[in-house]
C-alpha cells in the first residue's frame, strides 16, 4: 500500500470538537482510526486522538478514491480527513458520544501510516491482561481511560505548583546523585567510574536538601520530586514515584497545615471537587483508640469504648478478662442477616483472633437473659440503635495479655482492623465507598502527636518512628524523656489521611545541633557514626539553622484517587511491575563486560 504524505494539510478541529454548530463547515481532522464499519459504498471510520472521536463517512458516490482507501483502512491506521461536517439525520444522534450529533463527510482521506494488527485494541473498554497492557503501552496509552487519567494528573500537578508558586514557595531541583539519605528502606545505587568502589544512592526523598534549602535561607521551597526506594513491592507501591514535597521555616505545624488544605483544594477543584478545610484532626492516640489505626477511614462509624460499661461483676459473670478494653462498632446498612450468615460471621471474628484472646460477645444472645438484657441496651444505645446496622462487639477472654509485642495497644488495633474487614466485606451494602461525585466521598484527617519511637522486638532497640530529623514535642525534650522514657515521648510528627490512606506525613524538624545529635544518640547511633552518615548535615546545622518544617505527599496516589483508579498504575505513565520490572523498555537488563570494567564491578556467581 502506498502511504500518502502530510505536505502542507493542517488540521482545523481535534477529534472532540465538532457540534452541531458547525454544520456545513469544511474541516480536516487526523487521528487514528478507532473503529471502522464497512457497509459497501458506504464505509465509517471513528477517528480518535485525544480529545475525543469523530464519525467519518466515505461515500462511494462522493469520493471513489476516499472510500477506496478507506477499504484498506484498519484500526489504529493513522489518517487525516478532508470534508464537510454534517448534522445526523433526525433519531440517527449517538447521545453516548459528545461529537455525536454529527459526522464528517470526507471528500479526501490520507492514510498516513499503518498499523500491524494491535494485541488488543484501544477502542475497547474491556482491559487485556496488565502484563499485556504494560508491554505494549504505547497503545495502553491510547485508551480515552489513561488519556483521561494523564490530563488530570497535569492538570492537578499544575494546579498545586500554581498554588504553592502564588504562597511565595520557590520549586527548587534537588540532585538525583546523592549519598544515602534517611527514609529507612533501601537505597538504589549508582557505581562511580571515576571513584572505584564508590557509589551514588538515589534519593528515597529530598528530606536533607529541603531541610539545608531552609538553612541556606530560601524560606518556603517545593518541588514535585521523583524519590526512589528499594522495597518489595506491594500492589499500591512503585520503586520510583513523585511527591509534592515542601519545607519552611518557622511554621508551626497548624501553617504547614493550612499550606497542604490550600493546595489540595486547588487540586481536588480541577476534578470538580470543592473541598471545605480545615480538615478534621485527631491525635494518634485518639485515632489507635477510636480506630484502632493510625489512618482512619472517616466513612465509617468509630469504634466505641463498652470498656467501662462491663462492670468488675458482668466480666466476672462473662468470663471477660478484667481491666483490658471492650470495644464495639457497627458495620453499618448490613441489614437483616439469615441464621446461616450471621453464624458466617462470628466464625469470620473468631477466625480472625485466633488464638490472641479476643473474641465476639453476641448481644442477641445477651438480650434473651434477663441479668444481660440491660447491658445488651446499653450497648445499643451507645454503638448503634439501627436495626439495619451490624453490631459487633469484642471482648477478651480471661488471660488475654495486656501487651503485645511491647504494643498496650494491640487490642484497639485488632478490632479496628476487623471494623475495615467487616466494612470492606459488606461495602455493597453500606454503600460508603461509592462515589457520589462531590465532597462527601473524601473524608481527609490531620493525625497528628505521633510517638517518637517505636520498639524493636526483634532487635530489642527503640527505632525512630519518622525520619530521624523528626523533632520531639519541646515538652518531651524538656522533662527528659528522651531518656527516660522513650515510649512516652511524642514526635511533632503529623500524617494526612484521606478515606483511611495515609497521602503524605512530615513533621516539624530538629534545627538543634545538640538536639539532633541526642537524637542519632537515642536511636543508638555513636557520634562516629553519626558523624559518618549525616556529618555534612550535623556541621550545617551549626550555622544558623531557622526552626523549620514540612511535609511531602504521594502526587501518584492523589491521582489514583481522583482517577477512581485501584492501581498507581494507572496514573503511571511508564510504571514497573510488581517485581520491580519495566515490561516495555525490559529494565533492567545484564550489560556488557565492558561497562561492568569500567565501573570497577564483576558479577559474582549466584549464591548457592
Ligand atoms: N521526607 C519525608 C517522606 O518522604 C516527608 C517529610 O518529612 O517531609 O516521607
Redesign the pocket.
Known amino acids: 500500500m502506498t502511504l500518502d504524505f502530510l505536505g502542507s494539510l493542517q488540521r482545523t478541529h481535534t477529534c472532540g470538537a465538532l457540534r452541531g454548530e458547525q454544520d456545513g463547515q469544511d474541516v480536516v481532522l487526523m487521528g487514528w482510526v478507532n473503529r471502522r464499519r464497512d457497509h459497501g459504498n458506504l464505509i465509517f471510520l471513528d477517528v480518535r486522538d485525544r480529545t475525543g472521536i469523530t464519525q467519518v463517512v466515505l461515500d462511494k458516490e462522493v469520493s471513489g478514491e476516499a472510500h477506496a482507501k478507506a477499504e484498506a483502512a484498519r484500526p489504529e491506521y493513522v489518517v487525516a480527513v478532508k470534508g464537510k461536517v454534517r448534522r445526523r439525520g433526525a433519531g440517527l444522534d449517538n447521545p453516548n458520544m459528545p461529537t455525536g450529533q454529527i459526522e464528517v463527510v470526507a471528500r479526501e482521506l490520507l492514510l498516513l501510516n499503518e498499523a500491524k494488527t494491535p494485541p488488543f485494541s484501544p477502542a475497547e473498554d474491556a482491559i487485556a491482561n496488565e502484563e499485556v497492557r504494560l508491554k505494549y503501552r504505547y497503545l495502553d496509552l491510547r485508551r480515552p481511560q489513561m488519556q483521561h487519567n494523564f490530563e488530570l494528573r497535569h492538570k492537578v500537578a499544575r494546579a498545586i505548583r500554581n498554588y504553592l508558586s502564588d504562597e511565595g514557595f520557590l520549586e527548587i531541583e534537588t540532585p538525583f546523585m546523592t549519598r544515602s539519605t534517611p ?1 529507612g528502606a533501601r537505597d538504589y545505587l549508582v557505581p562511580s567510574r571515576v571513584h572505584a568502589g564508590n557509589f551514588y544512592a538515589l534519593p ?2 529530598p ?1 536533607i536538601f ?1 531541610q539545608i534549602l531552609m538553612i541556606s535561607g530560601f524560606d518556603k521551597y517545593f518541588q514535585i520530586a521523583r ?1 526512589f526506594r528499594d522495597e518489595d513491592l506491594r500492589a499500591d507501591r512503585q520503586p520510583e514515584f513523585t ?1 509534592i ?1 515542601l ?1 519552611m521555616t518557622f511554621p508551626h505545624q497548624e501553617t504547614v497545615f493550612r499550606v497542604v488544605e490550600g493546595f489540595l483544594t486547588a487540586a481536588f477543584k480541577t476534578a470538580g471537587i470543592s473541598l471545605t478545610s480545615p480538615f478534621v484532626q485527631m491525635t494518634y492516640d485518639d485515632a489507635i483508640r477510636n480506630y484502632g489505626i493510625d489512618k482512619p477511614d472517616m466513612r465509617l462509624p468509630p469504634m466505641v469504648s463498652l470498656t467501662d460499661e462491663l462492670t468488675p461483676e458482668l466480666r466476672e459473670s462473662l468470663k471477660i478478662e478484667q481491666t483490658l478494653p471492650v470495644l464495639g462498632f457497627a458495620v453499618p446498612g448490613v441489614g437483616a442477616l439469615s441464621g446461616t450468615q450471621r453464624r458466617g460471621v462470628v466464625d469470620e471474628v473468631r477466625a480472625t483472633f485466633g488464638d490472641c484472646g479476643l473474641d465476639f460477645l453476641d448481644v442477641s444472645r445477651l438480650k434473651t437473659n434477663d441479668a444481660f438484657a440491660p447491658l445488651a441496651e446499653t450497648i445499643e444505645r451507645k454503638v448503634s440503635n439501627d436495626a439495619a446496622d451490624l453490631l459487633i462487639v469484642v471482648t477478651p477472654k480471661l488471660g488475654t495479655p495486656a501487651r503485645w509485642n511491647h504494643d498496650p495497644q494491640w487490642i484497639y488495633k485488632r478490632v479496628g482492623a476487623l471494623r475495615l474487614q467487616l466494612a470492606a466485606k459488606f461495602a455493597d451494602k453500606h454503600g460508603r465507598f461509592a462515589k457520589t461525585g462531590t465532597e462527601a466521598d473524601y473524608k481527609f484527617v490531620w493525625v497528628t502527636d505521633f510517638p517518637m519511637y517505636e520498639w524493636d522486638e526483634e532487635t530489642k532497640v527503640w527505632n525512630a518512628a ?2 530521624p530529623f ?1 523533632s520531639p514535642h519541646e515538652e518531651d525534650i524538656k522533662s527528659g524523656k528522651l531518656t527516660s522514657d522513650k515510649g512516652a515521648v511524642r514526635a511533632l510528627a503529623y500524617d494526612i489521611v484521606l478515606n483511611g490512606t495515609e497521602l ?4 516539624i524538624r530538629i534545627h538543634r545541633q545538640d538536639v539532633q545529635a541526642e537524637i542519632f544518640r537515642s536511636l543508638g547511633m555513636t557520634d562516629a557514626e553519626a558523624k559518618e552518615r549525616f556529618g555534612f548535615f550535623l556541621d550545617a546545622l551549626e550555622y544558623g539553622t531557622p526552626p523549620h518544617g ?3 505527599l504521594g502526587l501518584d496516589r492523589i491521582v489514583m484517587i481522583l482517577a477512581g483508579a485501584t492501581s498507581l498504575r494507572e496514573v503511571i505513565a511508564f510504571p514497573k511491575t510488581a517485581k520491580a520490572i519495566d515490561l516495555m523498555v525490559d529494565a533492567p537488563t545484564p550489560v556488557s563486560e565492558q561497562q561492568l570494567r569500567e565501573l570497577h564491578l564483576r558479577i559474582a556467581p549466584p549464591r548457592s
Open positions: 527514609e528515597q526523598s528530606q529541603k524519590c511527591q514535597d519545607e519518622h525520619h523528626t503524605g506525613s512530615g513533621s514540612g511535609i511531602a
